[in-house]
């Protein structure tokens, strides 16, 4: 697992000691199988999402924070779930 937050890596580096932290959000995707969005920094609001797309292995984006809009996200191929909103009826 890799992780990547500008401002808590230093102390979370001490609690998670298995887990890899990257320079910045599009080096923490490279190569992974998803991403997981668990923090509202800007940075994260303002992602190169095609950019993103073509590190991942597939373009799988889970959003805890709710910071990109489901129909935007399907309309550029991203597998999207976010938490905590409802359903589009199928």
Known sequence: MRAYDPAGMTHAGAQFPGVAFADGPYAC??????LVIV???????ALDLE??????????????RNVYRPDEMEQL??????????????
């Not at 923090?39 to 609001?45: S, V």
């Not at 797309?53 to 959003?63: E, H, Y």
């Open 77 to 90: 191929g991203f597998v999207y779930d976010s938490v905590g909103r409802a359903k589009r009826p199928e």
């Open 39 to 45: 923090t509202e920094w800007a940075q994260f609001r």
């Open 29 to 34: 995707a490279d190569g992974a199988d998803a």
């Open 51 to 64: 950019r993103m797309k073509a590190l991942l292995k597939q373009p799988v984006l889970i959003d805890l």
